[in-house]
Nanobody, 123 residues
Framework: QVQLVESGGGLVQPGGSLRLSCAAS????????IGWFRQAPGKEREGVSC????????YYADSVKGRFTISRDNAKNTVDLQINSLKPEDTAVYYC????????????????WGQGTQVTVSS
């Protein structure tokens, strides 16, 4: 069955870096876009970044542009999110999701989610 498993979260100081990974199974990764979303306590889930299936186009929320980099390795069935220059406001549970179309504006068109990985930015 379709599974998405995130890893790589943790506690990091402001200015630090993490590399999140989304391991996909049960489907052909290069047939789908993959999005990364996050949800902070008391806030709605928001789109952070996504990468398309067709040409590898990438999109980022304004709040993370220049700090986050999404990449995919279809041979390894993984989509990674490199997050640098972390800020306390980046603290959230980060989720990867399978998408029919790469978008961070909405969660519609997203049919499977991972269980999430916690990122905490604190000194």
């Amino acid at each position: 069955q379709v599974q998405l498993v995130e890893s790589g979260g943790g506690l990091v100081q402001p200015g630090g870096s993490l590399r999140l990974s989304c391991a996909a199974s049960g489907f052909t990764l290069d047939d789908y876009a993959i999005g990364w979303f996050r949800q902070a306590p008391g806030k709605e889930r928001e789109g952070v970044s996504c990468i398309s299936s067709s040409d590898g186009s990438t999109y980022y929320a304004d709040s993370v542009k220049g700090r986050f980099t999404i990449s995919r390795d279809n041979a390894k069935n993984t989509v990674d999110l490199q997050i640098n220059s972390l800020k306390p406001e980046d603290t959230a549970v980060y989720y990867c999701a399978r998408q029919f179309v790469c978008t961070i504006a909405t969660m519609s068109g997203t049919d499977y989610w991972g269980q999430g990985t916690q990122v905490t930015v604190s000194s």
